[in-house]
């Protein structure tokens, strides 16, 4: 299969370098990453340890049968125009945060949804570390099932990640959106690992969010419990407890957030009060705003 990897930064070398092993894949980011893996191959270490030579330019290839898009959120839709000039298949987000497969759809077709908690940490260009086996959940962002899903989980497996083809994405995005909304702000602002979500007062703040979280999913009619998005939070933070989220290494290295579509997603879609989600948001926010 031919794969075009659409932000090839952390997670999307990641991704792209597992690829690599089984399909022909193109990697599309910037300088001096995709020159580094261009003159050099890309190494992926951490959890794994090899190194495979993808394709590797700034913009995208004219063709593929697959685009996975792993560009930071509020540069989905400068992604979408990008790939709008190249003849695909299928494009599959695997981005966090609420919204990404709308902005794609509004360019392209043949659009599918996706989770991923796999971990990985830019190292150098040309070097990438997997700092965590996580799996890939995706399909249609509606829900149900497709061929076109069907397709890309056996490609993604064949490549040895961990896949599951999911009907039920819409429920899928929202629950990961209310773990995001409970770990990224609060680890970020507290400048903490996730880890010390585990006690209060952050653990309450943080299962809040994600309760808040729920609840406005519900008002979407999406079934998802309160109970449910705490006790995803309480999983994730036990798991990933000496990471440092997303946000946390965005605010420590000065990058502009994900918040937007993350917290603002929740805030943006209530219909009732989200007071924790609309705090951490505007607290976030004045950060971005006072420091970049
Ligand atoms: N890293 C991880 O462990 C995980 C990340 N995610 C999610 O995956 C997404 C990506 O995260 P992550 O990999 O960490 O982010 P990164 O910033 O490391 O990677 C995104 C890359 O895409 C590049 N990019 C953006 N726009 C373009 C463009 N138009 N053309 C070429 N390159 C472009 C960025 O370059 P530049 O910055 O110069 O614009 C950057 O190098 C996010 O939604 C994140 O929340 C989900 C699970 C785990
Ligand atoms: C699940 C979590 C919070 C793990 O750190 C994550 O997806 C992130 O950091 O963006």
């Not at 890309?42 to 700034?58: E, I, N, Q, S, Y």
């Not at 540069?75 to 987000?93: E, F, G, I, N, Q």
């Not at 990640?161 to 773990?179: G, N, S, Y």
Request: hydrophobic share 45%; with cysteine; aromatic share 2%.
């Amino acid at each position: 299969m031919e794969i075009v990897v659409f932000g090839a930064g952390s997670l999307g070398s990641l991704v792209g370098g597992l690829c690599a092993r089984e399909h022909r894949v193109t990697l599309v980011g910037r300088d001096p990453h995709i020159r580094a893996v261009r003159d050099s191959g890309l190494h992926v270490g951490g959890a794994f340890d090899f190194t495979v030579r993808p394709a590797a330019r700034t913009d995208p290839p004219p063709a593929a049968d697959l685009a996975l898009v792993t560009v930071k959120a509020f540069d989905t839709d400068d992604a979408a125009r990008a790939l709008a000039d190249c003849d695909l298949d299928t494009v599959c987000s695997l981005q966090n945060g609420l919204g990404n497969e709308e902005a794609l759809a509004t360019h392209l077709d043949g659009v599918l949804a996706g989770t991923c908690t796999y971990g990985a940490r830019f190292v150098e260009p040309g070097r990438i570390d997997c700092t965590g086996i996580g799996e890939v959940a995706l399909g249609t962002p509606d829900g149900g099932r497709s061929a076109r899903a069907e397709r890309v989980g056996r490609a993604l497996r064949a490549a040895g990640i961990e896949t599951t083809v999911a009907d039920d994405m819409p429920r899928r995005l929202w629950k990961k959106l209310a773990v995001n909304a409970g770990i990224n702000p609060t680890t970020a602002l507290a400048r903490v690992e996730n880890g010390a979500l585990a006690a209060d007062p952050l653990h309450g703040i943080a299962c809040e969010a994600a309760r808040e979280t729920a609840r406005v999913a519900r008002e979407q009619g999406i079934d998802l419990g309160d109970g449910e998005a705490a006790a995803a939070l309480d999983a994730v933070v036990g798991a990933t407890a000496a990471n440092s989220s997303s946000m946390l290494q965005d605010v420590r290295a000065g990058r502009r957030t994900e918040i937007d579509a993350i917290s603002g997603a929740v805030v943006d879609r209530a219909s009732s009060p989200v007071p924790v989600s609309q705090t951490l948001a505007g607290l976030v926010r004045a950060w971005e705003t006072a420091e970049r």
